[in-house]
């Protein structure tokens, strides 16, 4: 079984930075591709980042692009969300999700992510 745990989240203010991790278990990233997600209250959840399984190919929403940078750490077993140039507007929870089914590409789609975090709270100030 698959196991995700989110860290990092916080409260910063706007144009600040923060850096969220998430420790994978049960899932080595060389055959999971890999997705960070965001719901803000009353809102639909939405894409942010995603990374393949091989080659490390990475996709980002239009909206995060140039600010937002998806990495990972084979050795460690981690995926990491460093979030620059911070926005109120990204404001949400964020959630790393993991799909294990070849060819284990990045996808901007949430229901092809088997695997999901409990979630870490990022909140934006202006």
């Known amino acids: 079984q698959v196991h995700l745990v989110e860290s990092g989240g916080g409260l910063v203010q706007a144009g600040g930075s923060l850096r969220l991790s998430c420790a994978a278990s049960?899932?080595?990233?060389?055959?999971?591709?890999m997705g960070w997600f965001r719901q803000a209250p009353g809102k639909e959840r939405e894409f942010v980042a995603a990374?393949?399984?091989?080659?490390?190919?990475?996709d980002y929403a239009d909206s995060v692009k140039g600010r937002f940078t998806i990495s990972r750490d084979n050795a460690r077993n981690a995926v990491f969300l460093q979030l620059n140039s911070l926005k109120p507007e990204d404001t949400a929870v964020y959630h790393c999700?993991?799909?294990?089914?070849?060819?284990?590409?990045?996808?901007?789609?949430?229901?092809?992510?088997?695997?999901w975090g409990q979630g870490a709270q990022v909140t934006v100030s202006s």
């Open positions: 990374m393949s399984a091989i080659g490390g190919i990475t």
């Open positions: 049960g899932c080595t990233l060389s055959t999971c591709a």
């Open positions: 999700a993991a799909q294990r089914r070849w060819p284990w590409a990045a996808s901007r789609v949430g229901a092809e992510y088997d695997y």
